[in-house]
């Protein structure tokens, strides 16, 4: 496939006008949450640079049938639609459509009103459909003509289609994007479920069988096992080999052995064995009936996993998405091939659209000829990394089966806790098993550490964890610094070879105390020599000291500092060796990674509190909501919890705002009042302005929204950190923990010389980081030029760039232009578009 596309230079985005453009939005084939967000996005962005947008209700079936079913949409249309799951636009499949027939009374009804392009909402099904529709454009328009449908004038002004895609589809099965719109939120459907039934399941000794949709694809199946830690997982990509019948029942006989109360089986809908029979849930479940006598039940999820309101993530991706949809159609040309907007890591990318649609079809077609092991690679990276770590933390062994490793891994949590944190420890200590090693948990932190709470932790100790919250090791924000001597000696005594600490920004700065006294260690590795001096003629190793009687009173206590030098080389040789923090923060201010574990859960917590606040003003007409959201001096919660939840403003410490940007911000709630949409919601991160605070933001907007509209306040507080660890956390934590685990290994083994273990170079000191597209290992004391140590946060955020998009979704003007990664960057302070003041939210 083609690389994402790139700029080949930076340009003002204010160049790219919609004047005299129209463009239709449609949904089409299956429904997922987060469509109306990207519904949203798209008819927003379009207004915005003056384009004409239109809805497209019913998909193709209401292109094809016209009249009121393409509609002009309004700013004020897509209020209110972020939270909805499904699509309000509606959708349908549409025989029709594939005929030739269908097309030209659909390409007629786009004429009518100059719509020549097309954002297409939808699977590979519905954008291959886009794109034939594209490649007949020119026909069509020659036979309407002929027909005396349109005149030439038509013909001349719409002689161009231009499309965009948009996958919304729950399965993640389209090649080139990581994560399409819906699957996230099909998965919380899902783990929802699973907790609920563990409870239940646990309580009876039950093992549960769960289908989930997946005809075609297994990703809902995987992450699945993956988030909730099942013990068998049955998909279509992954035929399990002939006598997986008996290996299943021996797993689970096990697990009861080992006093496990619950066993989960996880199948996609499309699972079949190696010889393409179907693997059902019925079958499944008479097996370890017949087999085992185990109390077994059956559930079905159904079209539940389609349902319910769009999760953070998918309304975050939505949005990216449809305003990068507007930006291509905007700087479509003649030669333009259709495309569609993806996600690579965490940016949004264009690809050519039939070159992704051809790639999934190669899926099937390699899945058809029994080339597994093909299909897997062709479903991308992202699928891939996936299954092999399931593959990881699912292959159990006997202790005889083990490699051998005489090597000890300590694992701890620091800083504050963080939804994830226990999905983390779990995967660590069961790759860290596998790989030979004994794994050690210190409970609370280096505090724990120091005082030497530290106890050898096997592979059914951290059974079940990946979906508590919170950090079971315990953890405290004490940093090593002043107890180094101390945690040299526990490290010492236990025989620790390698540490993997799991945490926020006190992690950070704790890895970075250990490092530098690794340093320390290089300092005192000097050749010492003591010439004995002293009239007590009291040193040990010599039989005769230098001295007179003139120095009665003044015995050296050289022997005693030299003596210390050496202690003190000792405890650093002990602190020389691998160690890998892995980033666990609700706060996300964490130098060298993009996201961290714990955001993700936190950014929910924030969206569902923000939605049923809004609901609340339902009621009641023309009110503010002034939230206060966590995060220290970082103003990640406040910045993408504000875009999910489609606040009118946003607070934050990295984008300074003074009394009149204030002042701005209420002007434009004022004029909103004024239409059909008559509540507003601000966020504000705890610590964007010490002046500037919540209590008095509050005040006045109370005070200038007199008589227009009335405020409240919230300060979410500490419900951002509790909760169960959402799938997106639960998986991240799992699958960097793993990675970490493997470098551990491999660090050992190089730095393994002399009969003992011995790094004290920077790169075996690393943190584990996103950065855009890829994990990477990254030397602690390389990331120091990359911190604000005083406010605690990046100096480079990438997150920032997202800010242009919320303003411009909340209907402010903003400056930005387009980078050459094909995001939006801001490059001024914004103002509102019928303001003279200059805004910062």
Request: net charge negative; proline share 3%; hydrophobic share 40%.
């Amino acid at each position: 496939m083609a690389a994402p596309k790139r700029q080949d230079t930076r340009k003002f985005f204010e160049n790219l006008s919609g004047e005299g453009k129209s463009i239709a939005v449609l949904t089409s084939g299956g429904d997922a949450q987060g469509m109306n967000a990207a519904v949203r996005a798209a008819v927003r962005m379009g207004i915005y640079v003056g384009a004409k947008v239109y809805f497209i209700h019913e998909g193709y079936q209401g292109m094809v049938d016209g009249g009121d079913n393409i509609e002009e949409a309004t700013w004020e249309s897509v209020s209110s639609m972020l939270q909805v799951g499904g699509t309000v636009i509606g959708s349908a499949r549409c025989k029709e459509f594939r005929t030739h027939e269908g097309r030209l009374k659909a390409a007629r009804n786009l004429v009518q009103r100059g719509i020549t392009n097309l954002c297409v909402i939808g699977g590979d099904g519905s954008l291959t459909g886009a794109n034939l529709f594209r490649e007949e454009w020119s026909g069509l328009l020659d036979e309407l003509l002929q027909q005396g449908l349109i005149d030439e004038e038509g013909a001349r002004s719409n002689s161009e289609l231009h499309i965009v895609g948009m996958v919304g589809s729950i399965d993640n099965d389209f090649c080139g994007t990581d994560m399409t719109i819906g699957t996230d939120s099909a998965l919380h459907r899902i783990i929802e479920v699973v907790d609920a039934i563990m409870t239940t399941a646990q309580s009876h000794q039950r093992t549960f069988v769960l289908e989930v949709m997946g005809r075609h694809c297994g990703y809902l199946a995987l992450v699945s096992a993956l988030a909730c830690g099942a013990d068998w997982v049955f998909i279509p990509e992954m035929p399990p080999e002939d006598g997986w019948e008996d290996n299943m029942c021996q797993k689970l006989s096990e697990n009861r052995a080992d006093k496990k109360r619950l066993n989960i089986i996880i199948v996609a809908e499309g699972a079949i064995d190696s010889h393409n029979k179907p693997i059902t849930p019925d079958y499944i479940k008479d097996l370890v009936v017949r087999c085992l006598g185990f109390d077994t039940r059956v559930t079905i999820l159904g079209h539940v996993q389609r349902g319910g309101t769009p999760s953070a993530f998918d309304r975050i991706l939505a949005s990216r998405m449809g305003v990068e949809a507007v930006l291509a159609l905007l700087e479509a040309s003649a030669t333009t091939p259709a495309c569609v907007v993806s996600l690579v890591g965490n940016q949004a990318v264009r690809l050519p659209l039939m070159e992704c649609v051809q790639m999934t079809q190669e899926v099937q077609k390699a899945m058809d000829e029994k080339k597994f092991e093909e299909a897997v690679r062709l479903r991308g990276r992202s699928f891939e990394n996936n299954l092999s770590t399931y593959r990881l933390l699912s292959n159990r062994k006997a202790d005889s089966e083990l490699p051998h490793s005489s090597f000890n891994v300590a694992v701890l949590n620091v800083g504050a806790p963080a939804a994830g944190m226990n999905g983390a420890v779990r995967a660590a200590v069961r790759v860290g098993i596998t790989e030979g090693h004994k794994m050690f948990a210190v409970s609370d932190g280096f505090e724990g550490f120091y005082k030497g709470q530290i106890k050898e932790i096997k592979w059914g100790d951290v059974g079940g964890w990946t979906g508590q919250g919170g950090s079971l090791l315990g953890t405290k924000r004490t940093l090593p610094g002043k107890h180094l001597d101390k945690i040299a000696e526990q490290m010492r005594i236990h025989n620790i070879n390698a540490l993997l600490v799991i945490g926020g920004f006190e992690a950070y700065m704790g890895l970075l105390e250990l490092s530098a006294a690794r340093e320390k260690y290089d300092e005192l590795c000097v050749p010492m020599v003591m010439v004995p001096a002293t009239v007590s003629n009291n040193i040990p190793g010599s039989d005769l000291s230098i001295g007179s009687d003139t120095a009665l009173n003044a015995i050296t206590d050289a022997f005693e500092s030299l003596l210390q030098l050496y202690e003190a080389r000792a405890d650093y040789q002990e602190l020389c060796v691998p160690m890998c923090m892995l980033p666990a923060t609700i706060s996300n201010n964490v130098p060298g990674t993009d996201l961290s574990i714990g955001a993700d859960t936190s950014l929910n917590a924030i969206v569902e509190t923000c939605d049923r606040i809004k609901q609340s003003a339902s009621g009641t007409k023309r009110r503010v909501f002034i939230i206060e959201t966590m995060g220290g001096y970082c103003g990640y919660l406040a910045t993408v919890g504000g875009l999910a939840a489609g606040a009118d403003a946003v607070y934050i410490y990295e984008e300074p705002f003074d009394i009149r940007d204030l002042q701005a911000n209420v002007q434009h709630l004022t004029e909103k009042m004024k239409t059909s949409i008559q509540r507003g919601l601000v966020l504000r991160n705890e610590n964007s302005n010490e002046n500037f605070t919540t209590d008095f933001i509050y005040q006045l907007y109370s005070e200038e929204g007199q008589g227009v509209f009335d405020c409240r306040k919230n300060i979410l507080g500490h419900m951002q950190q509790g909760g169960a660890p959402s799938p997106f956390d639960r998986n991240f934590g799992t699958k960097i923990a793993a990675k970490a685990v493997q470098w551990i290994t491999r660090t050992l083994k190089d730095s393994f010389k002399g009969g003992r273990v011995f790094a004290n170079s920077d790169d075996t000191a690393c943190l584990l980081g996103m950065r855009r597209r890829a994990l990477v290992f990254q030397p602690v004391s390389q990331l120091r030029d990359e911190t604000d140590f005083v406010h605690r946060i990046p100096k480079e955020q990438w997150w920032l760039k997202l800010r242009p998009l919320m303003k411009i979704l909340a209907k402010y003007k903003t400056s930005y232009d387009v980078s050459d990664s094909g995001q939006l960057e801001h490059v001024t302070r914004v103002r509102p578009k019928d303001s003279k003041t200059s805004s910062a939210i």
